[in-house]
């Protein structure tokens, strides 16, 4: 069982659709990411929180918009999406966001835009 | 900027058998650590193995061993007794040391395990 719990674990939508994924932790981690995983290929980061903070943010559409609420709790809100945004999200967090720090994934969201 | 390169793209072993999977990256930094993660079918990504730069002994978890080679810049991952459960996609992964920095996949070797 992952300790990073992502939800929900298929999406499908509409371009015109406003969605939310949820990622939630519960291991007191103060670091929280997103990335986006296309098939056959690796991820890629999108965004990085710190301590409620967003601090990394790779140059993503604003179609997509992170927020944090709190240290366990991570969304990524989605409006107007494109067809090429139809890949695996995963959701990852780690005790901090230094250098060392192992990141922890969930599952997964696999989004499909119609 | 840093690269990290996986030339196998798939890989196939015999079940009990012994297998190692390549891996190279390029960084002018000193301060850094490497991550091998295995991706099943299941889509978690699994963190199997990590090596810190600064550290000369190769890291061991279980039947997963490394091979860190600083000066070539390597970092194999070896599979020894391999099982059933161990085939997926691994990604060998690099993050430079300090805050904030972004964890560079390889684009990963999808290994097979056959029975």
């Known amino acids: 069982d992952t300790e990073v719990t992502q939800t929900p674990k298929h999406l499908v939508m509409g371009m015109t659709n406003k969605k939310s994924l949820k990622c939630e932790q519960h291991?007191?981690?103060?670091?929280m990411y997103w990335y986006k995983q296309k098939a056959k290929k690796p991820p890629e980061l999108m965004f990085v929180?710190?301590?409620?903070?967003?601090?990394i943010n790779e140059s993503v559409p604003s179609r997509f918009s992170p927020e944090c609420p709190n240290s366990s709790l991570l969304n990524l809100h989605l409006h107007a999406l494109q067809p090429e945004d139809s890949a695996l999200y995963l959701c990852?967090?780690?005790?901090?966001?230094?250098?060392?720090?192992?990141?922890?994934f969930g599952d997964g969201t696999r989004l499909s835009i119609l | 900027a840093q690269t990290v390169t996986q030339s196998q793209p798939e890989m196939s072993v015999q079940e009990a058998e012994t297998v190692t999977l390549s891996c190279t990256y390029d960084t002018s930094e000193s301060d850094y650590y490497l991550f091998w993660y295995k991706q099943p079918p299941s889509r978690q990504m699994i963190l199997v193995i990590r090596q810190e730069a600064y550290k000369q002994q190769n890291a061991t978890e279980n039947r997963f061993s490394v091979n860190f080679q600083k000066a070539a810049k390597s970092f194999s991952l070896k599979i020894s007794d391999s099982q059933l459960g161990d085939a997926a996609m691994y990604f060998c992964?690099?993050?430079?040391?300090?805050?904030?920095?972004?964890?560079?996949f390889g684009k990963g070797t999808r290994l097979s395990v056959i029975a």
């Open positions: 992964a690099y993050r430079r040391g300090g805050g904030n920095t972004p964890l560079v």
């Open positions: 929180y710190s301590y409620e903070k967003l601090s």
């Open positions: 990852a967090s780690s005790q901090g966001a230094g250098g060392s720090q192992p990141q922890h």
């Open positions: 291991m007191g981690h103060r670091a």
